[in-house]
């Protein structure tokens, strides 16, 4: 690490990031809106890179909501293309890189060619040990918690064995760290059904940046700017935390 960035007192261990603004970057520069996509693919690449030498653990992209069928044909046709594009090229160099692949959302309703390719890169990377990369795709958290719920039913399970903690074990996110910090970019102040049960005490950051200018300066900041923040967990300053 160079002196551009130096070491941080504390690096979140679970960032998740609302990557949004394309179609606004796009628009900017004349161009159509899977432009302003193609440009966040690239964006997210470096952002990848530098979520490594900062030392997060896990980071929970959300890629595609489950709203988002919802779009223009030809804007889901052109996304669909490029997720399985970045899969086709990126998979092997994440794999090597030592990323764990991760899906996060309903795997039911993507087209199926694309949901084979999602399975294949998950066991492909599951036993690498470097960052945790969730892809929140066809994912909403509404539907997160209602799929879990269902679940719970399913199983047997009694109302009095039902906890938070048995719900979060239910989620896609099972086994991991609840998000530290949520990262939304184009200065929006929503959480757009992204990881709302997970992200309960998750620190919040905007900025007016559109994702596809969001680099590793940016990101730098948002992680000192956490650094900053006094995490309470609803309890009073300084009272420890407990579970
Ligand atoms: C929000 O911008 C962005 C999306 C809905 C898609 C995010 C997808 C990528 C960055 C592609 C890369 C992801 C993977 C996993 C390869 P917007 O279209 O809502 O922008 P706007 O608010 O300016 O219209």
């Not at 996509?37 to 900062?54: D, Q, S, Y």
């Not at 590793?216 to 923040?229: C, H, N, P, S, V």
């Amino acid at each position: 690490m160079n002196n551009r960035y130096p070491p941080l007192d504390y690096v979140p261990q679970h960032v998740g990031v609302i990557m949004d603004g394309n179609g606004r970057w796009a628009r900017r520069r004349g161009l159509p809106r899977i432009a302003g996509h193609r440009a966040g693919t690239e964006n997210l690449r470096r952002v990848l890179g530098a979520a490594v030498e900062f030392g997060i653990q896990v980071l929970t992209i959300y890629a595609f909501s489950t709203e988002n069928w919802g779009r223009p044909k030809q804007e889901v046709e052109g996304l669909l293309s490029i997720f399985r594009r970045v899969i086709d090229r990126e998979v092997p160099k994440l794999h090597d890189e030592g990323v764990r692949l991760h899906h996060v959302g309903r795997i039911e309703g993507i087209p199926a060619d694309l949901s084979q390719r999602v399975r294949e890169a998950i066991d492909l990377t599951k036993d690498n040990d470097g960052l945790v990369l969730n892809v929140a795709f066809n994912y909403g958290g509404r539907a997160e918690i209602v799929d879990a719920v269902r679940q719970i039913i399913a199983d047997g399970i009694s109302s009095e064995q039902v906890d938070a903690r048995m719900i979060s074990r239910y989620l896609c996110t099972a086994g991991q760290p609840d998000p530290d910090l949520i990262i939304r970019t184009s200065g929006e102040m929503r959480l757009s059904n992204f990881l709302i049960w997970q992200a309960a005490y998750a620190e919040f950051y905007t900025t007016p940046t559109l994702w596809p200018d969001f680099g590793k300066d940016e990101l730098y900041e948002a992680l000192k700017d956490f650094g900053r923040r006094e995490r309470r967990f609803g309890l009073v300053p300084g009272a420890p935390v407990t579970d």
